[in-house]
């Protein structure tokens, strides 16, 4: 039984390179058309069903950043890499946020061409897997499905990815699935918290070092750049690293190799770099307490994680996951929230989202008796008989993913659910509580999704 070969196609108008390259990747099993303009390239693919696709910036007519956006837009599912001038990152950027799947720079390394075309291969000629996520991150919410959306798009691409968020949103959970999607899934994902590492240490943790570079340097030691060698690195909270680490990781960033401690040679690795923080990156720059070459470079493609109070209506399917993840084990009856317990935790402000929601209900199983978890029960703070607390103070200021429109109807659900839990769940006397007919009453419980 025979497998078909891979087909590539490389774009350049120098024929010394798009010989190398074809030599290279024939010696792969990969077969190769050449073509020397962007007018022969869009001919060709036309013609054929690419698995690869290596571009060159500058041709005679035209640019490859040009055939890469209109290529992606037609056939996302066909990885694009670029030919880069070297040194030149401010291209090689602008080739990854174009939607290239990766780069590499002129001369071109054989070694990081080959890591390029077996990552690509894998992606388009591999075996498909199951790119759904919606059973690791949890939501039917707007913003849930966009996330996911999102997630499937960059699994596909080696581009840099800084993950903003709230604490306790998930931003390891999404990173860590933006790794499982991709061609990386097989290679380490590593996490490293840039906050837990003291300075003097962070070097030898980030680079590793050689025997003798320094008291106590007893053996070589790999550092992490090294052990995340294939797949991904992620770097959380990512602003508490000082100056002389960033000025550090942005060379190791764009040059692809790092430098042990003690060691005068360079190693080169290939790691793709996901980034988080619950601070504001682009104030921390403004302020001069973050490089903005660093961010230029880690802020390739910029994702948002919503926090909890921007998708309330995901807080019945979170609670019973986590509740049925608390009680998984042994043969306890399940333990469920009444609905004046659920409607206090859908009012909630949750400062600290999913991870301060999973805290409060492993609180409230062991305070809760027959297998029912009441409002007391949760303990929400600065409530001790379990109503919920003024949201509205809660609410950022306005920024650029603010909806008003999603401001005022959160507000209304909290003054709703307050006025229901003060009346029993009585709706007559709630809508007389609120001063409104109870007609009007049933037409916001339906508009707000709370029937």
């Known amino acids: 039984m025979t497998t078909e070969r891979p087909l590539a196609l490389i774009i350049d108008d120098e024929p010394d390179i798009c010989e190398l390259i074809q030599v290279t990747l024939q010696r792969m099993e990969v077969d190769c058309h050449i073509a020397g303009t962007l007018h022969e390239a869009r001919d060709l693919l036309g013609q054929h069903a690419f698995d690869l696709c ?44 174009a939607g290239a799947f990766d780069f590499v720079p002129k001369p071109v390394d054989l070694g990081m061409l080959r890591q390029l075309v077996g990552g690509a291969t894998r992606l388009s000629h591999g075996p498909r897997i199951d790119r759904r996520s919606r059973d690791t991150l949890l939501g039917d919410s707007p913003a849930m499905q966009k996330i996911r959306g999102t997630i499937a798009k960059l699994a596909r691409s080696t581009a ?12 390891e959970l999404v990173a860590r699935t933006i790794h499982d999607k991709g061609d990386r899934r097989e290679k380490p994902f590593v996490p490293i918290n840039c906050g837990a590492i003291p300075s003097e240490l962070m070097e030898s943790e980030f680079f590793g070092h050689v025997k003798g570079a320094f008291t106590g340097a007893n053996r070589d030691k790999q550092g ?19 100056q002389h680490m960033q000025v550090k990781l942005l060379r190791a960033i764009q040059e692809k190799a790092v430098r042990p401690v003690g060691s005068e040679q ?74 004046a317990a659920l409607g206090a935790l859908r009012a909630y402000a ?15 199983l062991t305070l809760c008796e027959g297998g029912v978890i009441e409002p007391e029960d949760l303990q929400l703070p600065d409530s001790p008989c379990g109503q ?57 419980l339906k508009k707000l999704d709370m029937e």
């Open 388 to 444: 919920p607390q003024d949201t509205a103070a809660a609410v950022p200021a306005p920024d650029d993913d603010f909806a008003l429109d999603d401001y005022l109807a959160d507000v209304e659900r909290e003054v709703v659910i307050k006025a229901l839990e003060k009346t029993g769940y009585n709706k007559t006397a709630a809508a007389q509580l609120l001063g409104i007919s109870f007609r009007a009453l049933r037409y916001k």
């Open 54 to 97: 290596i571009t060159d910036m500058q041709l005679p007519d035209g640019n490859g950043i040009d055939l890469v956006r209109e290529t992606v837009a037609e056939r996302p599912e066909l990885p694009m890499a670029v030919i880069t001038a070297y040194g030149n990152m401010d291209t090689a950027v602008q080739a990854l946020k």
């Open 224 to 242: 992490l750049f090294q052990a995340a060698d294939g797949g991904t690195l992620f770097l959380d909270e990512i602003a508490e690293l000082p």
């Open 160 to 171: 840099p990815v800084y993950i903003s968020g709230e604490s306790g949103t998930g931003k």
């Open 266 to 339: 360079e190693i080169s690795v290939n790691v793709r770099i996901l980034s988080a923080t619950h601070k504001d990156l682009g104030q921390l720059v403004d302020e001069g307490l973050f490089r903005q070459d660093l961010f230029y470079r880690i802020n390739v493609i910029q994702l948002a994680v919503p926090s909890l109070r921007q998708r309330r209506q995901d807080i019945p399917m979170l609670v019973n996951h986590v509740l049925g993840r608390l009680t998984g084990d042994g043969d306890a009856p399940p333990v469920q929230l009444n609905d």
């Open 350 to 364: 949750f400062p600290g989202n999913v991870r301060e929601l999973e805290n409060i209900l492993e609180r409230a």
